[in-house]
């Protein structure tokens, strides 16, 4: 069974300090990721996602996250966080038929002045 | 265009009534998905309709009942709720490439409270 861990419930940074948020997943195969955000009150935006190749993966709003298997992680990071940033994100890992995310449980980042 | 819509934004419904929501996708997406999310919660899936027929339920019970009229728009069918289903429902489809680049998008999610 795939399953996804999301260590940090909370985290708060500074805005223009730089962001990483962890992410470990167990599945059997090659893992298909993924990293949603979640606005208060709004669905879920899609910022990247891992298939496979080149192990660090660009997104939008200037996020990117690298694949490392040997960890079994797949971390987000920004180089320098802005106060619209501050929301809930969302790891997750799809299994390969294509119609399972597994979340795990999701980081809420706040971010001070 | 990666657009998921949902209606309504809001829903307040009582125990006996009989309400339904609505979602809708023009991509093309042959697989559409309902997920139910609680407060501080990630989403859990309730319904998976691919090619317009329902493939995955995941013990969701009947006061909940999925329709898929077509492979644009999904329906959930609401009666009887209880106050303990009050959460966000969100919509996402996906085009349901097998074991590729499958991606799920979502919609703005309809925030349901039964009183």
């Known amino acids: 069974a795939q399953s996804v861990t999301q260590p940090d419930i909370h985290i708060t940074v500074s805005e223009g300090a730089s962001l990483e948020l962890r992410c470990n997943y167990s599945?059997?195969?090659?893992?298909?990721l993924f990293w949603y955000v979640q606005s208060p009150g709004q669905g879920l935006q899609l910022l990247l996602k891992?298939?496979?190749?080149?192990?660090l993966v660009q997104g939008i709003k200037g996020f990117e996250a690298e694949f490392k298997r040997s960890q079994s992680s797949f971390n987000l990071r920004k180089p320098s966080v802005h106060w619209s940033d501050a929301a809930e994100y969302f790891c997750a890992v799809r299994n390969n038929a294509g119609n399972m995310l597994t979340f795990g449980g999701g980081t809420r980042l706040m971010v001070k002045p | 265009d990666t657009e998921v819509t949902q209606t309504p934004k809001h829903l307040v419904m009582g125990m006996t009534n009989k309400k339904s929501l609505k979602c809708e996708q023009h991509m093309g997406h042959r697989a559409m998905y309902w997920y139910k999310q609680k407060a501080k919660k990630p989403p859990e899936l309730m319904f998976v309709?691919?090619?317009?027929?329902?493939?995955i339920n995941e013990s969701v019970p009947s006061r909940f009942s999925p329709e898929c009229p077509n492979s644009s728009l999904l329906n959930l069918h609401l009666h009887a709720l209880q106050p303990e289903d009050s959460a966000l429902y969100l919509c996402?489809?996906?085009?349901?490439?097998?074991?590729?680049?499958?991606?799920?998008?979502f919609g703005p999610g309809t925030r349901l409270t039964v009183l």
């Open positions: 996402a489809s996906s085009q349901l490439d097998r074991g590729t680049t499958d991606t799920q998008y």
């Open positions: 309709y691919s090619y317009e027929k329902l493939s």
């Open positions: 599945y059997g195969a090659t893992p298909y």
């Open positions: 891992y298939f496979s190749g080149d192990t």
